[in-house]
């Protein structure tokens, strides 16, 4: 039931700037983590940020300094905002969302993905 739609992926020049977004819809129970995932042509997917509840982020190596996670807990919304980009940030860019059940079991869900591509 749960469903993750991503939104503003493009096509960007080098050195430009994007702002993702993630809206999660008909929830049942409280979402816990949030995540940004990505996977390049040739590559495993892998995490780019995640952001707790509370607010608390961390950040692959590959991006720290240049994009920023955040979200709405009211509105169910995550962003990811990208800045510096790099040809090599080119990827399928993927929300993902943990939901807690009340036993205490995590339930993890994927949107669609959106794609981003850099060029030089």
């Known amino acids: 039931q749960v469903q993750l739609v991503e939104s503003g992926g493009d096509l960007v020049q080098a050195g430009g700037s994007l702002r993702l977004s993630c809206a999660a819809s008909?929830?049942?129970?409280?979402?816990?983590?949030m995540a940004w995932y990505r996977q390049a042509p040739g590559k495993q997917r892998e995490l780019v940020a995640r952001i707790t509840r509370s607010g608390s982020t961390n950040y692959a190596d590959s991006v720290k300094g240049r994009f920023t996670i955040s979200r709405d807990n009211a509105k169910n919304t995550m962003y990811l905002q990208m800045n510096s980009l790099k040809p090599e940030d080119t990827a399928v860019y993927y929300c993902n969302a943990d939901l807690v059940r009340p036993d205490g079991e995590s339930l993890h869900y994927w949107g669609q993905g959106t794609q981003v591509t850099v060029s030089s």
């Open positions: 008909k929830i049942i129970f409280r979402i816990s983590i």
